[in-house]
């Protein structure tokens, strides 16, 4: 059994991207990452993708607007954002307050700056096979994991749990894509899905995103599989210095001694995804520099 380290790949690709923007004269990618709210986790996934930027020389600017912001004042802003030529990327953080749709914030950021590939056109864009647009960041680092670990899935059968715009959807039209390191045939299961282990033990590959901790149990996996971990979920415990501890979908204790391959939680799809923005980033200012 293989534990994939997600922070070593994401520090690969980092240093990548790092030596990239190096070579780049003139100005710099810029980031706009927009915090409505004072969401704890937001606050700490903001913080780290403001770091990561400045680590490999991405200029990030954080905009934390009032969590009383209407729906029409935060299309305002985006709508600033998208006309700003300095500005290459934008990221609303997820999850915005109730009062806001999130679907229609993720609609109004034009697609030419949707590094987070959630705009109806990125999404479709995936479905098409068309590269030119942006991949959600946690299927993009999925895929990029896979990849960099030895995981082809030419002809595997992937068994998807969740079925999120996010997530589950995405990563599972990747999956079906006709190219190299896709190829798979792919099951998506969700809560309604019928004898879910029986589906579940016939996956090459396993990919748990449906954010309920420790679903996924050794009766569910067949012998050899890779197992992908992306759920991240706070479970109390006064003994941390910051009251949780992380576990994914996956109890991994039980699973991981039948995988051939698996993600742990933390340290392994998570920092993928702020890699993935950061490379988002980097090729959404060299298409808008190419025009």
């Given at each position: ?122 999404l479709?864009k995936i ?36 079925r ?38 016939q996956a ?10 420790n ?33 994914g ?21 998570g ?13 959404a ?7």
């Open positions: 059994m293989e534990i994939i380290d997600g922070n070593q790949i994401a520090a690969s690709i980092n240093r990548e991207l790092h030596a990239e923007v190096a070579s780049l004269t003139g100005r710099k990618p810029c980031l706009a990452l927009v915090r409505v709210g004072e969401d704890p986790a937001s606050v700490s996934y903001v913080k780290k993708k403001e770091k990561t930027a400045a680590e490999i020389g991405v200029t990030s600017r954080i905009i934390l607007p009032p969590i009383t912001i209407t729906q029409g004042e935060l299309f305002r802003l985006i709508d600033e954002l998208n006309e700003n030529s300095t500005v290459d990327g934008i990221l609303v953080q997820s999850p915005l307050p109730p009062h806001l749709d999130e679907v229609a914030v993720f609609r109004r950021v034009n697609p030419e700056k949707d590094v987070d590939g959630f705009n109806t056109v990125n479709g479905a098409q096979e068309d590269s030119s647009g942006f991949v959600a960041c946690t299927p993009a680092g999925i895929m990029e994991l896979l990849a960099r670990s030895h995981v082809d899935l030419n002809g595997k059968h992937v068994v998807v749990l969740g999120s715009l996010i997530v589950g959807k995405p990563i599972a039209l990747l999956a079906l894509q006709k190219k190299t390191g896709a190829n798979a045939t792919v099951t998506i299961c969700h809560s309604a899905t019928q004898n879910l282990p029986a589906i579940t033990r090459d590959v396993l990919i748990a995103a449906i954010g309920r901790p679903f996924v149990t050794a009766t569910m996996i067949k012998p050899g599989a890779v197992v992908i971990d992306v759920g991240i979920n706070r479970l109390a415990d006064p003994s941390k210095k910051s009251g949780y501890r992380l576990t979908d996956v109890n991994f204790s039980e699973v991981a001694p039948l995988c051939s391959k698996i993600t742990p939680v933390p340290g392994g799809v920092p993928m995804t702020v890699a993935m923005l950061m490379q988002n980033t980097v090729k200012f060299r298409l808008r520099s190419s025009r």
